[in-house]
């Protein structure tokens, strides 16, 4: 038979792995109520639409990553997302939700795109994203950056470095977009095939290029920085006070434009040098025409996107930490009869807090005491209870300590259970 594998670029997450992922996402709960923001959760699949008029049809998500396919009844074409803003924006339009006010925000899950896969950057891969909506002040941009930074510290990650821009209003981006058509074609003959395509339809995006060929171009272009007014300066140099007084160190990249066409004045990325070219781990920025562009009205937001996959890299070559659960209970059984009796017991310890793992048939049956021991060891657990026939005759249960040493084995009648377990300090 063929061998079933899962889709390249899309991964398992298997234990104890998925323990660090869960302490992650534990972290994330507890940051988010820190800065009050809120859960929200949109669906996986939305209208392919939503991404082409949110994204920007010229840009490489909408151009060549996205999964869409049709839906078989209606025709309709769907898009796994690559990405979660446009749909929080949508539903934020659809639910209403800014009637009161502003609303801070935040998702975390999987998102799709259809890119090469290597270290660092899959098909199926979670993000985990801040916005905060109805929010036109500098004051937020510095606070979802601080949130940020905060989380970096929280985790232990310190070499992570904030590179930040201002992209300006859309009148002082078209200025800018006619200096730097006009100066790209005086080079149009050194630039590579993407280039050329985006000279008129996308020409900022150039600026981001990899290529090492086009880095004396585009480093020598019209900077967008120099054709901001007054009012987009003042945004970009008080969220810069913000950050200094806050004692958080940036520096001001202004080749950086973002991935979507949806930002305008602050952009921002977080990046390390640890993770070859896959080394942005968090990226965002303003996007205060989004609403608009999806037929809202206009709204303010700002917000930012961390990839899952690339922080816990850096925390796992930092060394994976201890976080595997701690177990407080291995049951052994050696009586298949005594299940029914042994399983209430445990069902009483559970309601009490402990976590409780119990032996049970494997395809070569309930195996000798010995071989369930090692088990019991190899579990990890505080302590071992053991339900074998003597002790169940006699109502009796056998508990072995098996990582404090200052405690002894001890058999107690079965009902005194309980006032042991609540003795126990439960690890959760
Ligand atoms: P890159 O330049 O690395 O392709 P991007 O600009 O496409 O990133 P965003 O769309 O801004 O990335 O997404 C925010 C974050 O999500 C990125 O900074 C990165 O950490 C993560 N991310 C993006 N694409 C992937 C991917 N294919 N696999 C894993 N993580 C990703
Ligand atoms: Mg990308």
Not at 316 to 325: I, N
Request: with cysteine.
């Amino acid at each position: 038979m063929e061998k079933l594998t899962a889709v390249k670029g899309m991964n398992d997450v298997l234990p104890p792995h998925s323990a660090t992922l869960e302490w992650f996402e534990a972290s994330i709960r507890t940051l988010m109520r820190q800065y009050a923001y809120r859960n929200i959760r949109t669906p996986i699949v939305e209208r392919t639409p939503l991404f082409i008029r949110g994204l920007g049809e010229v840009t490489d998500i909408v151009e060549k990553e996205m999964y869409c396919f049709e839906d078989r009844l209606n025709g309709d074409s769907l898009t796994l997302r690559p990405e979660a803003t446009a749909g929080v924006v949508r539903a934020a339009i659809e639910h209403n939700l800014l009637y009161d006010g502003g609303k801070r925000l935040y998702y975390m899950g999987p998102m799709f795109r259809h890119e090469r896969p290597q270290k660092g950057r899959y098909r199926q891969f979670d993000q985990i994203g801040a916005e905060a909506l109805g929010f036109s002040g500098p004051e937020v941009d510095a606070e979802l950056i601080l949130m940020a930074s905060a989380l970096w510290k929280k985790i232990g990650l310190m070499d992570v470095q904030l590179e930040l821009n201002s992209l300006g209003q859309p009148a002082e981006r078209l200025e800018h977009r006619k200096a730097l058509i006009a100066y790209l074609e005086q080079h149009e003959d050194k630039l590579d095939e993407d280039a050329k395509r985006r000279l008129y339809s996308n020409p900022l995006r150039i600026l981001d290029t990899k290529n090492p060929q086009l880095q004396d171009i585009v480093n020598a272009a019209p900077r967008l920085m120099d054709f901001l007014g007054a009012d987009s300066l003042m945004h970009f140099n008080t969220l810069t006070s913000i950050l200094e007084t806050n004692g958080i160190a940036f520096t001001v990249n202004p080749r950086l434009v973002r991935g979507m066409d949806y930002y305008n004045l602050t952009v921002f990325e977080f990046t390390t040098n640890r993770l070859g070219s896959q080394g942005t781990v968090c990226a965002g920025g303003r996007y205060d025409y989004l609403f608009e562009q999806l037929g809202g009205k206009p709204t303010p937001a700002v917000g930012w996107a961390l990839g899952v996959d690339r922080v816990l890299e850096l925390v796992k070559s930092d060394g994976e930490r201890a976080v595997e659960p701690v177990l407080d209970v291995f049951v052994i059984v050696t009586e298949a009869t005594a299940f029914p009796f042994v399983m209430k017991q445990i069902a009483m310890l559970r309601d009490l807090g402990l976590s409780v793992q119990m032996h049970a048939h494997s395809a070569t049956g309930l195996g000798s005491m010995k071989s369930q021991f090692k088990r019991a060891d190899s579990s990890g657990a505080r302590f071992v209870l053991v339900f074998a026939a003597d002790e169940m005759a006699a109502e009796q249960v056998t508990i072995k300590p098996m990582r404090d040493a200052s405690l002894a084995q001890q058999t107690v009648p079965v009902q005194h259970l309980p006032i042991w377990a609540r003795t126990l300090q439960s690890h959760d």
